[in-house]
């Protein structure tokens, strides 16, 4: 338990700061959710334009460095590719 003013602020903020990384990072994965469900639906194009979307999502939660960013570019990589062969 925190026992002084400063540890007590720097509990809340942890909290706070957890329940928003936490939300951005489902976030993050309903996007990938969203472009391998097009991607098994076999509609390139809608694949391809939930692709486009959730690029922006993916870069800047990687931004934040709620997700590495090695990650996002492996999993926009990986998506693509799929969508590609996709033919």
Known sequence: MANTAQARKRARQNDVQRE??????????T????VRKAILAGDKSAAQAAL?????????????KIVHKNKAARQ???????IKAMA
């Open 20 to 29: 928003r990384n936490m939300a951005q990072r489902s976030e993050y994965r």
């Open 31 to 34: 996007a990938v959710k969203k």
């Open 52 to 64: 486009n979307l959730s690029m922006s999502t993916m870069d800047s939660i990687a931004d934040k």
């Open 76 to 82: 926009k990589s990986r998506l693509s590719a799929q």
